[in-house]
């Protein structure tokens, strides 16, 4: 009963930015690491940025300095700023968050959200 719900993606020009939005709702008893992952024609997906409970990140060295993660416990949702994009952003973007619910603590992944960086 656990759903992950993404927005914010669409198609932006390089150079431009994105907010995507990914909030979590259901019977949730609590939420662990918070992520981005993308996966972009014919590659494999890859880890973007992650956050812990605590609000620790890391991020993929293709991003550092141009992506943010952050998360706002009280509404369940993590957040992916992306600035100064480039075409090799291109990809969809999933969520991924480690949830504890009734069946115990397990990932859940959000629908995706196509980005595409293009002039």
């Known amino acids: 009963q656990v759903q992950l719900v993404e927005s914010g993606g669409g198609l932006v020009q390089p150079g431009g930015s994105l907010r995507l939005s990914c909030a979590a709702s259901g019977s949730i008893f609590g939420i662990n690491t918070m992520g981005w992952y993308r996966q972009a024609p014919g590659k494999e997906r890859e880890l973007v940025a992650a956050?812990?409970?605590?609000?620790?990140?890391n991020y993929a060295d293709s991003v550092k300095g141009r992506f943010s993660i952050s998360r706002d416990n009280a509404k369940n949702t993590v957040y992916l700023q992306m600035n100064s994009l480039k075409p090799e952003d291109t990809a969809v973007y999933y969520c991924?968050?480690?949830?504890?619910?009734?069946?115990?603590?397990?990932?859940?992944w959000g629908q995706g959200t196509q980005v595409t960086v293009s002039s």
């Open positions: 956050i812990s409970s605590g609000g620790r990140t």
């Open positions: 991924n968050v480690w949830i504890l619910a009734v069946g115990g603590l397990k990932d859940y």
